[in-house]
Structures are given as C-alpha cells and as structure tokens.
C-alpha cells in the first residue's frame, strides 16, 4: 500500500541526502551509530517515560525491540518482562544487548538483521517497541506491518518531533553554507500508520537529561565525521560545539494495540 502519507515521508527523507560533493570528500561514512552512544550499561537506572509506561501496561512476559541497540527500550521495561529480543544490524550492539540481559537476569534472543527482512526469523512478543529509528525508513508501509504482526498485544514507537539531523542543521550551515531541510515530523509518521486501519495514541514529552557516556574528544570525532570533515578540522568542531547552546528536544510516543 502507498499514498500520499507514505510519499510524503518518502520525499522528505529524500531531502536529508547530502550533496555528492560534499559525501565525496568524507574519509569515511557519515551514517554512524557508535555504539558507545547507545550503551545503557552505566547507568543506574533508566529514565522512565511515556514509551516506557506505554510499553509496560500491555505487557506479558516477552518483549520485542527492533532496532533495539543497547537495549534502553527493553530494558526500562525489565521487569515486569522477564524475556527479551532484540532485533539489529550491528553485531556490537546486540553484544551489549546480550550482556544487559544477562545483568538484568532475563532470557534474550537477538536477530541480526534489517527490519523487515529478518522479521520471518523474528518470535512474536507481548509488545514490540521501536524507538528512534523510524527516520531511517523510507519505506515505512511494510515496516510498520512487521512491527504490528510481531505483536500481541502493543506496539511502542518513540521518535524526535522532528527529524534528529535537524540538530545538526547550523553545524551544516557553519561549515559547509548548506541549507538543510525540516521535514519529515513525527505527525507525518502517525498519519502513515493511521492511514495502515491502526488507532494511533500520541503523546509528546521532554526526554530526560542523562549524563554523557562518552568524552568530549570522542564527541569530536563522532562529529567531525558526520560533517564529512577530515580530521584536520578537529580542533574547528570543537570549538563550535562549545560555542552550541544546549538544544531542548521534544520526543513523541505513539502506540497503537492489536
């Protein structure tokens, strides 16, 4: 199924490209996810939320996480759930995944792989959760099937109102005079999965602050290589990100049952 909802987002993420002759200079990929960024291993506790909350009234005992990286979805909702699987493309991150489970003392399962192409090979769950991944999918129609067919009874979605990269859009304009787009918005999103026949519930919150997990000399280097900048300019990016006032960021939960 298409429409104009799933065209949409499909054009909007289309703009988020960076200029070919921008990605030529880069000495490697800018389409990172370090895992150290998705480590929940030291924190104490994980901030609650309304994905959390959302995620933990419709639960059983097994819970589903694609793209689930270190497992911050999974885990907030550990217990009540007492059984865990993990769904992602990066083997580090399902080594922590695993290692989280095992410290938490439940059973996990973990599946590498693409969503939906590994979805055949994925068990169902009480609740399938997905949080901050839906801006990577330009093909949300079938993503968003797999997600609700994996579940019995809840699907969580989490993403930014608007698209993550926009936080980078004065770094864009800084050092390389590009005018970065605005859309897709989490209300896109919504109306796609509305236009799917599911009851979406939405709710918007302030994600909770927590300290960073990494130094400042590996928030450069992440950085810089988003930027497609070589490391010569390390010392440039360091200055502009302590020049950046902190940027509020307004998250949004949607949910829908089966």
């Avoid at 079938?142 to 990269?165: D, G, I, K, Q, T």
């Amino acid at each position: 199924m298409s429409g104009p909802a799933f065209e949409h987002w499909r054009s909007s993420l289309e703009a988020w490209r960076i200029p070919e002759v921008i990605l030529a200079q880069a000495a490697e990929s800018p389409w990172i996810h370090p895992v150290e960024l998705f480590d929940v291993s030291a924190l104490d506790s994980i901030p609650d939320s309304p994905s959390h909350q959302a995620a933990r009234a419709a639960l059983g005992h097994s819970l589903l996480d694609v793209g689930c990286g270190g497992g911050r979805a999974a885990f907030a909702c550990v217990p009540p759930a007492t059984h865990v699987i993990g769904v992602d493309h990066q083997p580090e991150m399902l080594e922590r995944f695993r290692a989280m489970a095992d410290r938490r003392a439940v059973t996990s399962e973990t599946i590498l792989g693409d969503w939906p192409a590994v979805s055949p090979q994925t068990p169902l769950a009480d609740v399938v959760t997905c949080h901050h991944v839906f801006y990577n999918v330009a093909e949300l129609a079938p993503f968003v099937r797999a997600l609700s067919a994996h579940a019995r009874n809840r699907v969580v979605v989490e993403l930014p109102m608007h698209h993550p990269l926009s936080d980078l859009s004065p770094w864009w304009q800084h050092f390389w005079q590009l005018e970065r787009p605005t859309g897709p918005s989490a209300l896109d999103a919504a109306e796609c999965v509305r236009s799917l026949g599911f009851d979406v519930q939405m709710q918007t919150h302030e994600p909770s602050a927590t300290p960073s997990v990494v130094d400042e000399d590996t928030l450069v280097r992440f950085m810089r290589i988003r930027l497609c900048l070589p490391p010569s300019r390390d010392h440039e990016v360091r200055e502009f990100m302590r020049s950046m006032e902190p940027r509020s960021r307004t998250n949004v939960t949607l949910y829908w049952d089966l």
